[in-house]
């Protein structure tokens, strides 16, 4: 009897220490997380200042400028702002601007990127991701834009005569990769190589520099117009191209009995007589 007496006691004590030690782990556990709490929330937030700060973008493509910030906390929001003017373009991920163009993204926890669509060459210039401290901390990245160059060789104005072959060249510089695509047009309607007047092709070198030869033969009258060079890079070039019309200074019409005769324009008619009158008085001096 005094065995099992002692067993239950024995039983009763093992239990009663571990459910003491359950609660001191518990209270532990919970003075812990408090300190780790006061510790996280008394660190203030700061940029990852290993992020690039010079950001090259070219004309018409889109652009992202990105900010890295640790300890940011839930109810603190970054904010993108364009230095030359001030203007706040976005807070977290909403847009205070409207120009449809920016708008911001949050891709993890740390990384806020202020996007840019079809980068224009006003854009370029110094954004700021800043987050709300006091003092407010700021990031500067600096946006600079490569603008091609596109031009046609002998605008604005080119001459050629009818019935010659057209060779329109354009040249697309200054751009870190080729245009995708470069399309001509005539007065505004895109040039059909397949058109139903026929001798239009296109040529086109790739280097260092790219150019697109439009090349059209037998010129006619109806080739005269404005030619403009359209590549993928949102820049355009025109030229205006003028067909001469080579009018004989006297023309050939047959009669109805089927004999020819010769007709003379009145500007040649006028120089005959001039050139007869002259003579005859150049003979009488002479006589």
């Not at 929330?41 to 200042?49: N, V």
């Not at 104005?157 to 695509?181: F, K, Q, W």
């Not at 019409?253 to 040649?268: E, I, K, L, N, Q």
């Amino acid at each position: 009897m005094l065995a099992i007496n002692f067993n239950i006691g024995t039983l009763i004590f093992i239990i009663s220490s571990k459910g003491l030690s359950e609660t001191n782990g518990i209270q532990t556990f919970q003075k812990t997380s408090g300190l780790e709490d006061v510790y996280f929330s008394s660190k203030l937030p700061e940029f990852d200042r290993t992020k690039s700060q010079n950001v090259t973008a070219l004309v018409g493509k889109t652009t992202f400028l990105a900010c890295s910030v640790k300890n940011l906390k839930h109810n603190q929001k970054v904010s993108w702002i364009r230095h030359k003017d001030v203007h706040i373009l976005t807070a977290g991920e909403r847009t205070f601007t409207t120009d449809q163009r920016f708008s911001a993204k949050h891709n993890t926890d740390d990384e806020w990127v202020l996007v840019i669509k079809y980068v224009q060459e006003r854009d370029a210039g110094i954004y700021e991701c800043q987050i709300p401290t006091q003092p407010p901390q700021a990031y500067q990245i600096k946006l600079n834009v490569i603008v091609p160059h596109v031009g046609i060789q002998g605008s604005p104005d080119l001459h050629v005569d009818r019935g010659s072959m057209i060779n329109l060249t354009c040249t697309i510089s200054h751009t870190p990769e080729p245009p995708a695509y470069i399309f001509w047009y005539h007065n505004d309607q895109v040039v059909a190589y397949d058109s139903p007047r026929g001798g239009i092709t296109v040529l086109t070198e790739n280097g260092e520099d790219t150019r697109s030869h439009l090349i059209i033969k037998n010129a006619r009258g109806t080739d005269s117009g404005n030619y403009t060079c359209k590549p993928s890079i949102f820049k355009t070039a025109t030229v205006r191209l003028h067909v001469l019309q080579d009018d004989p200074p006297r023309e050939l019409h047959h009669t109805s009995d089927g004999s020819a005769s010769v007709t003379f324009s009145p500007v040649v008619f006028v120089l005959s007589i001039l050139l007869e009158t002259s003579t005859a008085v150049l003979l009488a001096v002479v006589n």
